[in-house]
T-cell receptor, first 114, second 114 residues
Framework: DAGVTQSPTHLIKTRGQQVTLRCSPKSGHDTVSWYQQALGQGPQFIFQ???????QRGNFPDRFSGHQFPNYSSELNVNALLLGDSALYLCASSFGPQGQETQYFGPGTRLLVL | AQSVTQLDSHVSVSEGTPVLLRCNYSSSYSPSLFWYVQHPNKGLQLLLK??????LVKGINGFEAEFKKSETSFHLTKPSAHMSDAAEYFCVVSENFGNEKLTFGTGTRLTIIP
């Protein structure tokens, strides 16, 4: 049973560019959440998708957007990249959006913005 | 609003001695609480979770945590540290009723002294 997978593993972009990160949830899961983990920090919640809708959003600008597909996979898009967007981006999946459900994390995509 | 405070940014213990990682939480509702571990260059792994059942929660690898509502604490313990326990540990809170995002603490780096 495959766990949460993310692609790519590493990415280098320059300021002003746009990036798309991808996530496939654990088998049987229908909810995907995205987190940003800056170096030396705990992960920060970006948004959560359930039934192809953005269900909750953290304190991130509109440059961060996402999508969930009918097969429950998800994309995170970041436009107009800033140096401060350099971080590890984590995807987590769960069965249902309820808070007590365990979220399983993927290995992350490390984004470097130059 | 929900939040967690991890009281120690760095804890060092000798191999074979007890581990105590401290966490206090704040929540408007009855929370779910989690401890996750992150080894270098690896994803987040769930150690244990509390979801309003038994207040003493047992997790993987010999870890356990006790939910104390009166003290708003959820400290993580292990009777005997092993070299493989060296990692970053995150205390995490999630509320139900429409605010199911995970809110992470800033992390505690656990170092094991041989």
């Amino acid at each position: 049973d495959a766990g949460v997978t993310q692609s790519p593993t590493h990415l280098i972009k320059t300021r002003g560019q746009q990036v798309t990160l991808r996530c496939s949830p654990k088998s049987g899961h229908d909810t995907v959440s995205w987190y940003q983990q800056a170096l030396g920090q705990g992960p920060q919640f970006i948004f959560q998708y359930y039934e192809e809708e953005e269900r909750q959003r953290g304190n991130f600008p509109d440059r961060f957007s996402g999508h969930q597909f009918p097969n429950y996979s998800s994309e995170l898009n970041v436009n107009a990249l800033l140096l401060g967007d350099s971080a590890l981006y984590l995807c987590a999946s769960s069965f249902g959006p309820q808070g007590q459900e365990t979220q399983y994390f993927g290995p992350g995509t490390r984004l470097l913005v130059l | 609003a929900q939040s967690v405070t991890q009281l120690d940014s760095h804890v060092s213990v000798s191999e074979g001695t007890p581990v105590l990682l401290r966490c206090n939480y704040s929540s408007s509702y009855s929370p779910s609480l989690f401890w996750y571990v992150q080894h270098p260059n690896k994803g987040l792994q769930l150690l244990l979770k509390y979801t309003s059942a038994a207040t003493l929660v047992k997790g993987i690898n010999g870890f356990e945590a006790e939910f104390k509502k009166s003290e708003t604490s959820f400290h993580l313990t292990k009777p005997s540290a092993h070299m493989s326990d060296a990692a970053e540990y995150f205390c995490v809170v999630s509320e139900n009723f429409g605010n199911e995002k995970l809110t992470f603490g800033t992390g505690t780096r656990l170092t094991i002294i041989p």
